[in-house]
């Protein structure tokens, strides 16, 4: 399910199988949000939707539960303070979500300048990190025909 919705944001993953009063609770409060609020499990099953996620998007919320979402991450890419954030930092998240399995993330910079060497992660084994193993075989062996 992708969307072009305005308002988004990411929330850490919460159980909300565990305690069943506080649980409920915690519902409600989502459920309250004047945003859409949708929650995902570990593996990425849609657990809860709120009704502001009906009204944004159309889909009924019994509907969506047990779907799978993507999962995007927002990565930063910028200095909030100390320490200096530098293209080596955004690089390590980019390879820990990649690590994870997941193919695709959102790096955002809150002034809208992106350097460039941030991008791509140092290549591990010869491969660039999101190069098929195929194309790393070819440019290994043209490489070694130079």
């Known amino acids: 399910m992708q969307t072009d919705s305005p ?3 990411a929330v850490p993953f919460v159980s909300l199988e565990r305690r069943p ?7 409600q409060l989502l459920d309250a949000a004047p945003d859409a609020v949708v929650v995902v499990d570990p593996h990425g099953r849609i657990v809860f939707a709120n009704s502001k996620t009906e ?6 919320r019994d509907a969506l539960l047990g779907e ?3 999962i995007r991450p927002w990565l930063q890419s910028f ?7 530098t293209p080596y930092h955004v690089k390590e998240q980019i390879r820990a979500v ?3 399995g997941l193919t695709s993330w959102i790096l955002w910079n809150a002034s ?3 350097d460039p060497g941030s991008f791509r992660p140092e290549p591990r084994g010869g491969a660039e990190v999101g190069q098929s193993p ?10 070694r025909s130079r």
Do not use: K, M, V
């Not at 200095?79 to 954030?85: I, K, S, V």
């Open 7 to 9: 308002r988004s944001s």
């Open 68 to 70: 799978t979402a993507e």
């Open 79 to 85: 200095t909030l303070g100390a320490p200096r954030y």
């Open 55 to 60: 009204q944004l998007f159309g889909y009924e």
């Open 134 to 143: 195929r194309r790393a075989r070819q440019d290994s062996l043209a490489a």
């Open 21 to 27: 009063q506080q649980d409920q609770i915690f519902r």
């Open 112 to 114: 809208g300048r992106y």
């Open 98 to 100: 990649e690590d994870l």
